[in-house]
Nanobody, 119 residues
Framework: QVQLVESGGGLVQPGGSLRLSCAAS????????MGWYRQAPGKERELVAA???????NYADSVKGRFLISRDNAKNTVYLQMNSLKPEDTAVYYC?????????????WGHGTQVTVSS
C-alpha cells in the first residue's frame, strides 16, 4: 500500500508565494517520476510540472519561470515552489508518483490540496 499526502496549500494574494509538499509512504522500493497536476473548477486536470528520479524537470508553459519543482529522494518527497501567483493558478493541486513496490510499478495520486489566489 502506498500513500501520497500533500500539504502547503492555502489562500494567498496575487503576486504571493506558496510551497507545496508531497510525501510518499508505504511499501516503496523506488520512485520514478513525480509530478504536480492541478484542476480548476469546470476544467480538466492538467500537468503543472514533473521531475524524473535524476532531477530533470519540465513545466507547463503557463508556469515556466514562476514555479520550481524539486524532490528529496531520501525522503520520498516532491516539492512545488510557486512564486508570482496569479488568480488563474487557483485550483486543487494533486501529487502523482510512479512507485515501484515489491510486486508492481503503479502510479499513485494524492487527495489534493486547495490553492486559492485572490485579493
Amino acid at each position: 500500500q502506498v500513500q501520497l499526502v500533500e500539504s502547503g496549500g492555502g489562500l494567498v494574494q496575487p503576486g504571493g508565494s506558496l510551497r507545496l509538499s508531497c510525501a510518499a509512504s508505504g511499501s516503496i522500493v523506488s520512485i520514478n517520476g513525480m509530478g504536480w497536476y492541478r484542476q480548476a473548477p469546470g476544467k480538466e486536470r492538467e500537468l503543472v510540472a514533473a521531475i524524473t528520479s535524476g532531477g530533470m524537470a519540465n513545466y507547463a508553459d503557463s508556469v515556466k519561470g514562476r514555479f520550481l519543482i524539486s524532490r528529496d529522494n531520501a525522503k520520498n518527497t516532491v516539492y512545488l515552489q510557486m512564486n508570482s501567483l496569479k488568480p488563474e493558478d487557483t485550483a486543487v493541486y494533486y501529487c502523482n508518483a510512479g512507485v515501484q513496490t515489491y510486486f508492481r510499478t503503479n502510479y499513485y495520486w494524492g487527495h489534493g490540496t486547495q490553492v486559492t489566489v485572490s485579493s
